[in-house]
């Protein structure tokens, strides 16, 4: 009779199994978006960086900032003694009215340099405080453009989106990229539209289709973010980014988890089985 019992438990695990994998088969589909490994920050020449950040950070906290630069040794590499003189002025004048503006909107200056500066436009220290800020019930309801591709082990929920950059007029980006386009040396287009997404997890949890992705850790503090960087120009600031969130699929965990367990339970039975039998 135990036999018979772990015998038929078995058939009945391999009958999922096989159950399940044509399933699979029919229905499960790759995601089609290839996604960016992670590297090492890689250093390349720009006239100027206009950069928005929107950063996660691993203790739960969040920041929005902006940051504004000019590489000053590139615009006036090759140009006579008095038109290096005049750029040079010319990027501390826009630094200075970028700097200027963030301060009249409130902005908290972190960094102010001749050819630099940075500026904290809001900290929350976790989701909740963010909710808040933005005037979120709970109640709050937003239906998600986002596709799901089923997979065996992982499902892969895809949104797209476009960033701050989109504007053309009428923001802060919009503002600072007036006074860097300004600069003689610096012709409209030239300016490296930075847009980072900051996020507390992996590649293996979230990914994208960024142009670089790499971990930033503040050293002393230990708070650190993976930064999903996407690179836009005037030309192609409407540019769509697209994010990859890694989930379980609970079907194929929970079958795996039945499956063994009834291989097992199979197994444990005929062995006691055929030691009666002796």
């Given at each position: 009779?135990?036999?018979?019992?772990?015998?038929?438990?078995?058939?009945?695990?391999?009958?999922?199994?096989?159950?399940?994998?044509?399933?699979?088969?029919?229905?499960?589909?790759?995601?089609?978006?290839?996604?960016?490994?992670?590297?090492?920050?890689?250093?390349?020449?720009?006239?100027?960086?206009?950069?928005?950040?929107?950063?996660?950070?691993?203790?739960?906290?969040?920041?929005?900032?902006?940051?504004?630069?000019?590489?000053?040794?590139?615009?006036?590499?090759?140009?006579?003694?008095?038109?290096?003189?005049?750029?040079?002025?010319?990027?501390?004048?826009a630094?200075?009215?970028?700097?200027?503006?963030?301060?009249?909107?409130?902005?908290?200056i972190?960094?102010?340099?001749?050819?630099?500066?940075?500026?904290?436009?809001?900290?929350?220290?976790?989701?909740?405080?963010?909710?808040?800020?933005?005037?979120?019930?709970?109640?709050?309801?937003?239906?998600?453009?986002a596709?799901?591709?089923?997979?065996?082990?992982?499902?892969?929920?895809?949104?797209?989106r476009?960033?701050?950059?989109?504007?053309?007029?009428?923001?802060?980006?919009?503002?600072?990229?007036?006074?860097?386009?300004?600069?003689?040396?610096?012709?409209?287009?030239?300016?490296?539209?930075?847009?980072?997404?900051?996020?507390?997890?992996?590649?293996?949890?979230?990914?994208?289709?960024?142009?670089?992705?790499?971990?930033?850790?503040?050293?002393?503090?230990?708070?650190?973010?993976?930064?999903?960087?996407?690179?836009?120009?005037?030309?192609?600031?409407a540019?769509?980014?697209?994010?990859?969130q890694?989930?379980?699929?609970?079907?194929?965990?929970?079958?795996?988890?039945?499956?063994?367990?009834?291989?097992?339970?199979?197994?444990?039975?005929?062995?006691?089985?055929?030691?009666?039998?002796?």
């Amino acid at each position: 009779m135990s036999k018979k019992i772990g015998i038929t438990l078995i058939v009945i695990a391999l009958v999922v199994c096989i159950a399940y994998t044509i399933v699979c088969v029919t229905t499960f589909e790759d995601c089609p978006v290839e996604t960016t490994k992670p590297s090492a920050v890689v250093e390349k020449e720009y006239k100027a960086e206009l950069i928005y950040n929107s950063l996660m950070y691993n203790t739960g906290a969040y920041e929005y900032s902006v940051q504004a630069y000019v590489n000053i040794d590139h615009i006036t590499k090759d140009v006579t003694l008095a038109e290096r003189a005049a750029r040079k002025q010319q990027s501390k004048n826009a630094i200075s009215s970028i700097k200027a503006d963030f301060e009249k909107r409130g902005y908290k200056i972190e960094k102010d340099e001749d050819y630099f500066v940075s500026a904290t436009i809001a900290y929350y220290e976790s989701y909740d405080e963010l909710a808040l800020a933005n005037g979120e019930t709970g109640y709050d309801y937003q239906k998600s453009t986002a596709k799901s591709y089923k997979g065996l082990l992982f499902n892969d929920v895809v949104s797209e989106r476009t960033t701050v950059f989109e504007e053309r007029e009428g923001t802060v980006l919009n503002v600072a990229e007036a006074y860097l386009n300004e600069i003689d040396g610096i012709a409209e287009g030239d300016v490296s539209l930075v847009f980072n997404y900051g996020t507390m997890y992996k590649t293996t949890t979230i990914a994208s289709d960024a142009d670089q992705i790499y971990k930033l850790t503040d050293e002393e503090t230990g708070i650190s973010t993976n930064i999903h960087e996407f690179r836009m120009t005037d030309g192609n600031r409407a540019r769509v980014i697209t994010l990859v969130q890694h989930t379980p699929n609970s079907y194929t965990w929970y079958l795996s988890v039945l499956v063994v367990s009834l291989l097992l339970a199979g197994i444990i039975i005929l062995a006691k089985g055929a030691k009666r039998s002796k």
